[in-house]
Structure formats: C-alpha cells, structure tokens
C-alpha cells in the first residue's frame, strides 16, 4: 500500500457516519479509521457496511491483554476483513506475536498490524509518575517500536516527528501511521505535537490519520482533497 489519507471517523452513530460519507462521491473512497466509539456503539456490522460501500478500514481497537485472549481476540478481527488494525506494544513482546497468530488467516493472508508505542496524550511527567518508567519519552517510543518490529508486526501509530526516527531504526518499509495533523494556522485543539500533511510527507509517514480537520470542516469533500494533494500528489 502506498501513502495515503486515513479520515479518523469518530462519529457515535452508524446513521452519522452514513451520512457523512455520502458527501464523498468522487473517484477517490477515503480509507476510513474506525476507532471505539463508532465500534461500541454499533458493532461489528458498522465495518461490514462501510467495507461494503468499497472503503479501505483501519480499525483502530487498541488491544492490550494476555496474549491469549488477544490472539483469539485477532482471529475474530481477521473474519472481518479490515486492512490495518492495532494493539498496544505495551502489551509486550509474547502479546504481539500471539496477536500476530490469531490474526492469520489458514490461507497465510492477514490484515496488516500495528502497534500503538506511547499514546500522545501521554507526556514525560504521566509515564513517570503514573507508569513507573523513568526513561525519555522518545527513547521509550523508539523501544516500543524495535519490539514491534522484532515480532514480526507492520510498522506503528507515533507522531509524525518520530516517523523519520522510526523508519531509520526498523526500515523504510516499517509502516508509520501518524495522527496529530493540522493545517497551516488551523485549530490544533487537544493535539500538542502536530504537523501539516505536506510536512508529515517530507517527514516521510507513510499514512496519515486526520479527524476534525476534515470531519469539522464546512466543506469536509474540499478539506480531505486538500489532505490528498499536500500528503499524497
Ligand atoms: O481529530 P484528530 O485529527 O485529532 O483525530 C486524530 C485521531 O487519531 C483520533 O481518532 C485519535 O483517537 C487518534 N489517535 C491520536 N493519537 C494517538 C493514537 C490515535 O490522536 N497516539
């Protein structure tokens, strides 16, 4: 898969998200994040429906438990044939392989996997105090991303910052999923470390997630095809 834009959907309701992709009527089907809220309140039928009207789906679930339940957890997933979808590396290394497994299909096809390093609402100060860990912040997301690698995963989610870091530390084919993306003079609202699309490409992320930019926005069509000719033209 090459670079593309992946619109964060974070809508509570199926009707909601119906309606809001119905505005797309161009050649170019946004590939789609579905993340908990949207999951929850509709279930697994919401991916079934918006894979249906011929979108790419990243399903963004975050799991983080014994490797067992994730690996079965995963199997679960697979039947529902999105193209990305995401654990927590904190969930270690065993986790992510058996997440690996469950996620493999007997034919040897599987969606991609990813692995969230430190979430960015996570700073210096939360992850010593509330998390015990006393390393640097990027140190750690850097770690993370070596044991995703080292198990065999696709890439990670980080910030668009770090996605240079990344890919010199696991490869130019180590995924990196980057959400935290403005435009120029835009409202970054709770987002702290953020970029334009047009510098997350010459960062070199390979897709990046964007929500209230484009879901916000009074003409969102114009807003995700602005996305598209900065990150991805
Ligand atoms: O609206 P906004 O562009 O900030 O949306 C970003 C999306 O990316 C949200 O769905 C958010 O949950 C997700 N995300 C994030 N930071 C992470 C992981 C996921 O903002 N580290």
Do not use: W
């Not at 809508?11 to 929850?40: C, H, N, T």
């Not at 990670?156 to 996605?163: G, I, K, M, N, T």
């Not at 970029?195 to 879901?215: E, L």
């Amino acid at each position: 898969m090459g670079k593309d834009v992946i619109v964060a959907c974070d809508f509570s309701s199926g009707p909601a998200v119906y309606s809001f992709l119905d505005k797309f009527q161009g050649e170019r089907k946004p590939f789609v994040k579905i993340g908990m809220e949207l999951y929850y309140a509709e279930g697994p039928d919401i991916v079934r429906q918006i894979k249906a009207r011929g979108h790419k789906i990243f399903l963004d679930l975050k799991l983080h438990d014994i490797p067992n339940t994730v690996k079965k957890a995963m199997a679960v997933l697979s039947g529902l044939d999105v193209d990305i979808c995401n654990l927590h590396a904190a969930g270690t290394v065993a986790m992510m392989e058996a997440a690996l497994e469950g996620l493999t299909r007997p034919d040897g096809t599987r969606p991609l996997l990813i692995a969230v390093t430190q979430l960015t609402s996570t700073d210096q100060q939360s992850m010593e105090r509330d998390l015990l860990i006393r390393e640097p912040l990027d140190r750690v997301v850097m770690h993370y991303a070596a044991n995703a690698k080292r198990a065999g995963l696709d890439g990670v989610v980080c910030s668009p910052l770090e996605a240079e870091k990344v890919h010199a530390l696991c490869g130019r084919d180590f995924l990196t999923v980057t959400p935290g993306v403005r435009f120029a003079g835009g409202d970054i609202g709770d987002q702290r470390r953020v970029t334009t699309p047009a510098q997350a490409k010459h960062i070199g992320s390979d897709y990046i997630v964007v929500g209230r930019p484009i879901t916000a926005a009074e003409d969102p069509v114009a807003a995700y095809e602005r996305c598209v000719a900065e990150f991805v033209d």
